[in-house]
């Protein structure tokens, strides 16, 4: 059983100095391999173009057909805090091609008041006409307002859809009449 033994670590020693041996003679020394290393090691920054004057500019590419158009006027009338009168103040409005398209209001002088309608959502498309609310948060501290509205619309530049606005003619004002 000895004699067994003593051949099983001879084959095994044998087997390992053979695999040292051959693992060190097919790579090259350490400080080969080290100095490789430094050698290919990709750089952390790199030159970045710089655009001169004279590199040419691509003019975008706009693809809109049929802008939308929008018109208001009329004026509405505050009798009394809660109630006023209408007096032709539209909102006139053609080529709404999206239920998404805003409608902006400015109010002037600035204050607390809510214009609407703000969204095409729930009105009649692609042409139509809305009249146009007003209601204060607060007591108006003015005699008179004027609003003026812009519509979003998509357009592609570039083959991407961005966003635009396109502003509305006309003007309505409030008047505060109590």
Avoid at 68 to 82: A, D, E, L, R, W
Wanted: aromatic letters at 8%; glycine letters at 4%; one cysteine or more.
């Amino acid at each position: 059983m000895n004699k067994k033994y003593l051949i099983t670590v001879l084959v095994g020693i044998t087997v390992v100095l053979v695999g040292i041996y051959l693992l060190t003679s097919n790579s090259e020394s350490p400080s080969d391999s080290a100095n490789e290393t430094e050698a290919t090691e990709t750089p952390l920054l790199t030159p970045i173009p710089i655009l001169t004057p004279t590199t040419p500019q691509i003019p975008p590419i706009i693809v809109s057909k049929n802008l939308p158009q929008c018109s208001i006027g009329g004026q509405i009338k505050y009798v009394k805090p809660n109630i006023y009168l209408n007096e032709d103040n539209f909102l006139t409005y053609s080529n709404i091609r999206d239920s998404a398209q805003l409608i902006k209001w400015t109010v002037t002088p600035s204050d607390e008041v809510r214009i609407g309608p703000n969204i095409f959502s729930h009105i009649p498309r692609p042409d139509g006409e809305e009249l146009i609310s007003a209601t204060f948060y607060s007591p108006p501290e003015h005699g008179e307002y004027t609003i003026t509205a812009k519509v979003t619309y998509f357009e592609v530049v570039n083959r991407i859809e961005e966003v635009s606005e396109i502003d509305c003619s006309g003007k309505t004002t409030i008047k505060i009449n109590y």
